[in-house]
């Protein structure tokens, strides 16, 4: 065996796998900021309106962000799959530094008027093209470099990462309300953890510079190593499978991490120390379910999960959104989401993985990133903005059984694939 494809040491592995979980976390809270302190800063950039016409118009800049998710997951997935994971995680990490920097650093409207939102925009933009490479390399990076018996297990950290991301985002959140005043959070705190984030992104980039490169890219024939859309058409049904999981997956995700808060404040009359203090006790109980999780499906496969997630999905959904538009004691409300989150660890802890053991490894990052983006960018991306905007004509109910349909086709695909385990192209 040449020294190009001797299997990578385990030290060299797990300094490989902290290095690259790192940087996935920076990057993740860069993203996950702008949702966390949207009740503050939406004055600044949208200052017309009542407080949900405020919100929509935040919310349609995140939706924006995700729309150029697609183009990410099709740059930086081509871009990994041609020049290596370990160069294409590099990358994301230094535009999302890029993205939270100019956000940090945009005058309000009362400022520089309509320039405000368009560099709001702007910033959007290019953390939406980070982030969409950033789950191609990252989801699979984390499967490639684990062995195969614990490859659920370990690529579920992934997922430990992004939801350590949105946690320390909802941290520096609560910090700042505990020594901050509401209005000097609206007029300048929102600014800290943008600045923050830029400057961890900085750190992260030099972390992701000394990991090992992938034993699966670094057996893959330089002549092999294109990363082509069209080589990657020669694999519909599992792009569909990734497009199908994903648009359920994505939507619950967001749904029950990241709009549930806003749900809480604008519809259930929760304050927002509240709302924050209860998103950050699940997000820990979901984070730590992740392993759990992961390791299950190293011993059952993964589309056993996944028809749980799917069917249990559907059938709670709407009764669990009902109650928590009313509920007002905290420990109900905890018990509501953390029944939605265990639910949905049964997809998020595989979801990097089950995506990567589809596809060979020279289209490997493409295939995960590019339907997968599509799919979160249509779906996920947009929840917040489809809930708000069903809100506002008076139908918010509509937007749980819109959930629920999503998850339906989660589940339909779920049913008629082969299990990722068991036919896995990992090698």
């Known amino acids: 065996m040449s020294s190009a494809t001797k299997p990578t040491p385990p030290p060299g592995r797990l300094r490989s796998l902290i290095g690259g979980s790192i940087g996935n976390l920076v990057e993740w809270y860069d993203w ?13 950039f949208f200052p017309k ?53 100019l956000i940090a650093l945009t005058p309000s409207y009362a400022t520089i008027g309509v320039a405000a939102p368009v560099l709001l925009v702007v910033a959007r933009l290019l953390q939406g093209l980070s982030v969409g490479g950033e789950y191609a390399a990252s989801a699979t990076y984390m499967s490639e470099i684990a062995g195969a018996k614990r490859r659920g297990f370990i690529a579920s950290f992934q997922y430990v990462t992004l939801i350590a991301g949105q946690l320390v985002a909802l941290g520096v959140l609560l910090v700042l309300q505990a020594t901050m ?3 000097d959070l609206e007029h300048w705190g929102w600014r800290v953890p943008f600045a923050v984030g830029a400057l961890c992104a900085v750190v992260a980039m030099f972390l992701r510079r000394g ?18 859309v069209r080589a990657l058409l020669a694999y519909p049904r599992e792009l569909l499978f990734v497009l199908g999981l994903g648009m359920g997956g994505s939507l619950a995700f967001y749904t029950f991490t990241t ?43 993964r589309r056993p999960l996944l028809i749980t997630f799917g069917a249990l999905g559907v059938v709670g959904t709407v009764p669990v959104m009902g109650a928590l538009a009313g509920v007002q004691d905290f420990w109900t409300a905890f ?38 983006a599509i799919g979160v960018s249509l779906f996920g991306g947009t929840a917040e903005y489809i809930a708000l905007w ?17 998850i ?20």
Request: with cysteine.
């Open 259 to 301: 709009y549930v808060q806003k749900f809480l404040v604008n519809t259930a009359g929760w304050t927002k120390p509240a709302a924050t203090q209860l998103s950050t006790l699940t997000l820990v109980a979901f984070m730590l379910l992740q392993p759990l999780f992961g390791a299950l499906s190293d011993r059952v496969g």
């Open 32 to 44: 996950y900021v702008y949702s966390a302190f949207a009740l503050y800063f939406a004055k600044s």
């Open 335 to 372: 018990l509501l989401v953390m029944a939605a989150l265990t639910v949905l660890s049964c997809y998020t802890s595989i979801a990097g993985v089950f995506k990567a053991e589809l596809f060979p490894a020279n289209v490997r990052a493409l295939g995960v990133g590019l339907p997968y």
């Open 408 to 427: 339906g086709v989660a589940l339909t695909v779920a049913l008629v694939m082969p299990d990722p385990r068991k036919h896995s192209r990992i090698v």
């Open 49 to 101: 309106g009542d407080s949900t016409a405020q919100l929509l118009n935040v919310a349609a800049v995140f939706a924006v962000g995700f729309l150029m998710r697609p183009l990410g997951g099709w740059l930086l997935g081509w871009y990994a799959d041609r020049h290596g994971r370990r160069a294409a995680l590099t990358v994301s990490v230094l535009m999302m530094c890029a993205g939270s920097l």
């Open 211 to 228: 990991i090992l490169e992938t034993d699966s890219f670094r057996a893959i024939p330089l002549a092999e190593r294109r990363g082509s």
């Open 390 to 406: 069903l809100k506002s004509i008076g139908h918010e109910s509509w937007f749980y059984w819109y959930v629920t349909a999503c």
């Open 181 to 183: 005043s509401e209005p």
